[in-house]
């Protein structure tokens, strides 16, 4: 499939800040399953520079802005072409080792609740099936947090989000892998793009989902908000720990000004007409 | 050198300027205290030293009622007030540890010895402390930090800027004692020139100790407009506004050359020099002697806001 | 070490100068020493221990010697085991053979909590993650020394090591013109060549070397600011610095400097909150993409405290077997985890003879000295110990050498430990001495400055 992408960020500072610093993670990632036909990363009045590929595998940009900074416009533009490699993630380069997937942050660290919702998942799969294990786990957190936007915060962890039994892929990604981890499967958190076509059945255009790694063919993807595994309609971007470590843009502004953040995303398929796209506030 | 670094040094010398400001102020209101009430009075008198502090509200906010004692605690001891010589002599030595480093050992022991020692006051009975002892302390503490750091320090960066800040606190701090006797003549405009006039006005030569130098110089005629002459215009008085904004200029001058760039402070500052160096008493009381204060007090500050923007803010390019 | 009159050859002279001094001399003496270090500010805490800032360490007068060939040989022991630590971390955070060879547990080493999978992938300059090794060890026989622990962040301490000599100096010249003491005030100058010696690739010209610390309210702001100004570099705070374009500046008064090669003293989460804590007001937003991308070098590393954990530890040895082909020449002392069944079981069986440590601790705090604890303070930790078995490991207590101390009687033995501070840079140096921490009490073998320790000057005699 061939994706057309925009994302555009806007930040805004009242008053301006003494200056602005980002980290991006916004360019997909290089492996069997998409081919980047043409990508840009712009933002202006920027200072770019300490850029590199991270240990798993991710392209990594530094942008700043020295002020007095109003506002930060970060334009993200590109064309893909995308392949379904059924949610395994084939080719691509990575120098972290798996078992450093296992150790929890505070958004995936499982509680009670998590470890008996893992526990259940798994009472009737093989204990030698790793694959079955991992989509049990997925069908789990996918029927215990409904989703239901508004509900959560950038601060939900896994657990709270299962005690509400409602989120947003954030939430499902990191009860995911908080069952994951806690059943002894490394886990980590995927930030990207889908283009959920005119049938409504996916939720956003930015998106996130979790990989597992499973011994014998290594990581593959989960989205338990849209119950599948990633095909060609998903562009990853990158990965992390959690939502905070896998964030696209982390940035601190120096300053006391109030910043206020608008997001606009738009993805569609290069090949037929019709779009869809989504702003959130 | 790093600008946290010169901000530092900057703000030692100004804090320990601006205790130094406090007790002479201090003796200020004391002495004009000791006259009688003629139209004004005594209250007045201690009114016209807090204003000049700048501390007249956090004062009437914590106290109320002006009595001398409260003026004596809250300029000296209070911590609450940011610039009682409590809180600037903990704040130089602060500064000063944070860069120990860049300083001697005898202006850092100058500096600690000082923060010791208002400890050990702060702990004394007050009946045990009188005024003088107060402020002779300050006098002859400040006076062993700047000594020691025009003695030892070297003369690099650093020097500049401690200098710097010394210069425009000691400005500043000038224009305001001056400024006392706006507040205390200004409802009893019929006092210019009587003998209760002169009298304030040599408690203000005194505490400025430039009674006698005023003496020696204008041959002991005193009256307004050559006081006015002695404590604004007059280079040989060291403690002059035209003293200080040269002095300013010369250490930024230096910095200008060492970086081998001047920029907005320099400027700023040259404008200062020229207009004072053309000025004359008469202008002053044309002007108004309270606004032209205010006037370079808000000079003072621009110029300190570009010695921030420049060198202490780290934000240039 | 100190057995009634038979002491070891170099410390019969000495006991004849402690023996000679009168009475009044040593007080006099020891409040000098006192009024010297109250003067210099030099403060009570070591790094991590916590404690007052204004408070003094104990200096002991009585130093503590090596003969030339004793300190040739615990030499050898100590690069050696800097340069095994450093193999280990390069290779943990690459290809991880040492792991893939079955030598060390991959869970140990990855899912560990110092593991920082930021770095994956790096390759410092030099190829070196800990810069500045210091290895706790202590003697428990003419040639046997045993490693306590490696510290590979940031070990503290060595203003002490410099200060001490200093001020022996001062109060005692004859002792050092009737001795032949190798000295140790090359020790700054050495610091700033070896981190000098790995600035980046990046770095044309002479690279600018910063300390960066966590600011002057820290405990151990003094050993930044002394160490800053005997290496003649900054000493800057988180503020001080900031990153534009590949690389990361210092703010002057000229404008930015570019900084080639920090040596920070604050923890790794607070380097950089758009890569660690996000909440950390100490660090340099973005820099750790720079560190990344090769613009600057952080020393110690990143990522370094997973070679100086109390569960790696003991694999120490293996790791020199492992990287450098050799037999280890200092020895670990033999440790059980409580997290293997019958390892707990062991040490649950005999708590009253073991030494049991967390396996985060420091600073003697969260310790159980078996021989010399109560009943009741054995059964609170064998209670800890089951709750939480993989916080502790145990060793058993060893027979800890003495060295002759001045106390409240005259001389009597304290037991003592030795911190000696190992460089890696291009080279590995190390300087002959260290620190003595000692404990004061009689018969304690704890020598943390929080709980009665001192400190001493470490002589060691040249050749």
Redesign the interface.
């Known amino acids: 499939m061939r994706l057309t992408i925009s994302h555009e960020t806007v930040y805004r500072f009242n008053p301006p800040m ?2 602005v ?3 991006h993670r916004l360019t997909p990632s290089q492996f069997e399953g998409q081919q980047v036909i043409e990508w840009q990363v712009q933002v202006d009045g920027a ?6 590929r ?3 595998g991710d392209w ?3 942008v ?1 802005l ?2 007095p900074v109003s506002e930060v416009r970060v334009s993200v533009r590109g064309t893909i072409e995308t392949r379904d490699l059924a949610g395994v993630l084939r080719g691509h380069r990575e ?3 798996p ?5 929890p942050t505070i958004a995936t660290e499982a509680d009670k609740a998590l470890r008996a919702l893992a526990s259940r998942a798994l009472a009737d799969v093989p204990q030698d099936d790793f694959l079955a294990r991992a989509h049990a786990l997925s069908a789990a957190v996918s029927a215990a947090i409904r989703y239901s936007p508004g509900e959560t915060v950038a601060g939900t962890s896994a657990a709270q989000a299962l005690a509400q039994g409602m989120g947003v892929c954030q939430d499902h990604t990191h009860a995911l892998i908080a069952v994951a981890q806690a059943s002894d499967i490394p886990a980590r958190y995927v930030t990207g793009y889908l283009e959920s076509g005119s049938d409504g059945g996916a939720h956003e255009a930015s998106h996130a989902w979790a990989e597992l790694w499973i011994e014998g063919i290594g990581w593959i993807g989960f989205d338990p908000s849209n119950e599948c595994c990633p095909d060609d309609r998903y562009v990853r971007v990158g990965s992390g ?1 959690d939502a ?1 470590g896998a964030a696209p843009i ?3 502004a120096e300053g006391t000004g109030i910043e206020a953040m608008e997001v606009d995303v738009r993805i569609e398929d290069a090949n037929s007409p019709g779009n869809q796209g989504q702003t959130q506030q | 050198m790093l600008s946290r670094t010169a901000e530092n040094l900057y703000w030692i010398a100004r804090f320990v300027e601006r205790a130094e400001t406090n007790a002479r102020l201090l003796e200020v209101g004391a002495r004009n205290a000791l006259i009688p009430n003629t139209g004004g009075g005594y209250r007045n008198d201690w009114e016209s030293v807090l204003q000049a502090s700048g501390g007249a509200v956090g004062f009437a906010e914590k106290y109320g009622d002006i009595v001398q004692r409260n003026v004596e605690t809250w300029m000296f001891f209070d911590r609450d007030n940011p610039n009682s010589v409590a809180s600037c002599i903990e704040k130089a030595r602060e500064n000063g540890r944070i860069v120990r480093t860049a300083l001697t050992t005898q202006v850092w022991d100058a500096l600690n010895i000082a923060f010791q020692e208002v400890q050990v006051f702060a702990r004394t009975e007050r009946s045990r402390l009188s005024l003088s002892d107060l402020t002779d302390w300050t006098l002859r503490t400040t006076a062993l930090v700047r000594g020691s750091a025009l003695n030892t320090q070297l003369r690099n960066e650093g020097y500049d800027f401690t200098n710097i800040g010394h210069y425009l606190e000691r400005g500043d701090s000038t224009a305001r004692m001056i400024d006392t006797k706006y507040f205390t003549l200004l409802p009893q405009i019929s006092f210019v020139g009587s003998g209760l006039d002169n009298y304030q006005w040599r408690t203000l030569l005194r505490a400025m100790s430039s009674n006698r130098a005023f003496n020696w110089a204008y041959g002991g005629d005193i009256g307004p407009p050559k006081i006015v002459h002695f404590l604004v215009l007059n280079r040989a008085c060291p403690r002059s506004l035209i003293s200080a904004v040269e002095g300013a200029n010369d250490h930024l001058d230096r910095l200008a050359r060492a970086y081998g760039r001047s920029g907005p402070a320099q400027t700023k500052v040259r404008a200062m020099v020229g207009e004072l160096a053309e000025m004359q008493v008469d202008d002053i009381f044309d002007e108004g002697l309270h606004e032209f204060l205010s006037r370079f007090i808000g000079d003072i500050a621009d110029l300190a806001g570009e010695v921030h923007g420049m060198y202490l803010s780290g934000d240039v390019r | 070490m100190f057995d009634a009159d038979a002491v070891r050859a170099p410390y019969s002279g000495l006991l004849d100068w402690s023996r000679n001094m009168p009475q009044e001399l040593r007080s006099l003496k020891q409040n000098e020493a006192e009024a010297l270090f109250r003067r210099i500010g030099i403060t009570f805490a070591v790094y991590g221990e916590g404690g007052s800032p204004d408070r003094l360490i104990p200096f002991d007068m009585f130093p503590r010697v090596f003969q030339a060939d004793e300190w040739a040989r615990l030499e050898r022991g100590v690069k050696q085991r800097a340069k095994a630590l450093n193999a280990f971390l390069v290779d943990v955070y690459g290809r991880g053979e040492i792991v893939k060879a079955g030598r060390i547990p991959a869970r140990l080493v990855y899912q560990n909590e110092a593991y920082e999978t930021a770095v994956c992938g790096i390759v410092p300059s030099k190829g070196v993650y800990a810069h500045i090794v210091g290895i706790d060890l202590v003697r428990t026989g003419p040639d046997e020394f045993f490693v306590l622990e490696d510290n590979c962040r940031t070990p503290s301490g060595v203003s002490y090591m410099l200060e001490n000599r200093e001020i022996m100096m001062r109060m005692f010249p004859g002792l050092f013109q009737e001795n032949r003491i190798a000295p140790v005030e090359n020790y700054p100058a050495l610091l700033r060549r070896t981190l000098a010696s790995v600035a980046p690739a990046k770095c044309d010209g002479t690279p600018r070397v910063v300390i960066l610390t966590p600011g002057h309210f820290n405990s151990a702001y003094y050993e930044h600011s002394f160490l800053a100004d005997m290496m003649g570099v900054e000493l800057v705070e988180g503020a001080d610095l900031f990153v534009e374009g590949d690389f990361c500046w210092m703010r002057t008064t000229e404008g930015p400097k570019k900084v080639d090669v920090i040596y920070r003293r604050i923890d790794d989460a607070f380097i950089d909150p758009l890569c660690f804590r996000p909440d950390s007001m100490l660090g340099v937003p973005g820099l750790m993409n720079v560190y990344r991308s090769g613009g600057v070098n952080i020393c110690s590393a990143p990522g370094a405290g997973v070679a100086d954990d109390k569960a790696i530890y003991t694999y120490v040895p293996e790791m020199i077997r492992f990287y450098l082909g050799e037999a280890p020449i200092l020895k670990n002392v033999p440790t059980w985890q409580c997290t293997k069944p019958e390892d707990c079981k062991y040490v649950l069986e005999h708590l009253d003879e073991l030494v049991v440590k967390e396996v985060h601790g420091s600073g003697g705090y969260g310790m159980l000295v078996g021989p010399r604890s109560d009943k009741a303070t054995i059964e609170l930790f064998a209670q800890k110990i089951r709750e939480k078995p993989w916080n502790y490991i145990a060793q058993p207590t060893l027979a800890l050498s003495t060295c002759p101390t001045f106390v409240e009687e005259g001389i009597a033995p304290r037991h003592v430990d030795l911190r000696p501070y190992c460089l890696v840079g291009e080279n590995i140096d190390l300087v002959p001495g260290g620190l003595t921490r000692v404990a004061l009490t009689e018969g304690s073998l704890v020598v943390n400055s929080s709980q009665g320790g001192g400190v001493k000057d470490t002589w060691v005699m040249a050749e």
């Open positions: 003494r200056g610093v980002q980290s200072t770019r520079g300490a850029a590199f991270d240990g798993a990594i940009e530094t700043t020295l002020g120098t972290v080792p078992l450093a997937y296992l150790r720990h905070e982390r940035g601190v």
